[in-house]
């Protein structure tokens, strides 16, 4: 009877340790969820905070250009074609940096869904990417709105009714006008696609850190 019950009491205690076992993996395996889940809240705060921030920047800077557009326009003879040259150039570089600004956001979000599939953290990655989407999509439609106001607005005196000084004189003021929002604008479509790229580096970065592999 004792052996029968010692023998009972062996099972029972084999069968507790297999339990704590199984509890404690279980338990392991989901802490790397949680820890991603918690990154990702934070990539996200951090992501719309620094939106939040380039949208004030750039509607500060738009109002004050717009201020300024009376004295943008003003310029006249060779300063008119110096100042049309410089924002014509400058908007023609940050062209040219935006192709690799975006190329670099691919790769930071190529390499987020490579890292995201390995680590069988794919929800939480389409988790992000839905939020980033969003919030970049309310600050595109700001970007979108000021390209939109960049009409040019009729004179109310006909162009032919003009002298063909003051046709040049303004035409040319309003392109100057332009060349420097558009210049603008662009500036700040290129930083939100840099803090993208960030938000994704920082949770391919992430699960590394978890899964001590790069």
């Given at each position: 009877?004792?052996?029968?019950?010692?023998?009972?009491?062996?099972?029972?205690?084999?069968?507790?340790?297999?339990?704590?076992?199984?509890?404690?993996?279980?338990?392991?395996?989901?802490?790397?969820?949680?820890?991603?889940?918690?990154?990702?809240?934070?990539?996200?705060?951090?992501?719309?905070?620094?939106?939040?921030?380039?949208?004030?920047?750039?509607?500060?800077?738009?109002?004050?250009?717009?201020?300024?557009?009376?004295?943008?326009?003003?310029?006249?003879?060779?300063?008119?074609?110096?100042?049309?040259?410089?924002?014509?150039?400058?908007?023609?570089?940050?062209?040219?940096?935006?192709?690799?600004?975006?190329?670099?956001?691919?790769?930071?979000?190529?390499?987020?869904?490579?890292?995201?599939?390995?680590?069988?953290?794919e929800n939480e990655l389409a988790h992000l990417e839905e939020n980033v989407g969003k919030i970049s999509s309310g600050f595109l439609s700001k970007i979108k709105h000021a390209k939109a106001?960049?009409?040019?607005?009729?004179?109310?005196?006909?162009?032919?009714?003009?002298?063909?000084?003051?046709?040049?004189?303004?035409?040319?003021?309003?392109?100057?006008?332009?060349?420097?929002?558009?210049?603008?604008?662009?500036?700040?479509?290129?930083?939100?696609?840099?803090?993208?790229?960030?938000?994704?580096?920082?949770?391919?970065?992430?699960?590394a850190s978890i899964y001590d592999k790069k």
């Amino acid at each position: 009877m004792k052996k029968s019950v010692r023998k009972d009491a062996s099972r029972v205690f084999f069968v507790a340790l297999a339990c704590i076992a199984f509890v404690s993996s279980h338990l392991s395996a989901n802490s790397p969820k949680k820890s991603i889940q918690e990154r990702s809240q934070e990539i996200e705060q951090t992501f719309q905070t620094k939106i939040n921030e380039l949208e004030s920047r750039l509607k500060v800077i738009i109002e004050a250009e717009q201020r300024n557009k009376p004295q943008t326009e003003s310029y006249k003879g060779s300063g008119y074609e110096h100042y049309l040259s410089q924002f014509e150039s400058k908007k023609e570089s940050v062209k040219d940096l935006s192709k690799h600004h975006n190329q670099y956001k691919q790769e930071a979000i190529a390499k987020a869904k490579e890292s995201a599939k390995a680590y069988n953290a794919e929800n939480e990655l389409a988790h992000l990417e839905e939020n980033v989407g969003k919030i970049s999509s309310g600050f595109l439609s700001k970007i979108k709105h000021a390209k939109a106001n960049l009409r040019v607005t009729p004179h109310k005196q006909s162009l032919s009714a003009q002298t063909p000084h003051a046709q040049s004189t303004k035409n040319s003021a309003k392109s100057i006008y332009k060349e420097k929002i558009e210049w603008i604008l662009q500036s700040f479509e290129n930083e939100l696609n840099e803090i993208v790229s960030g938000a994704y580096n920082a949770f391919s970065e992430h699960l590394a850190s978890i899964y001590d592999k790069k």
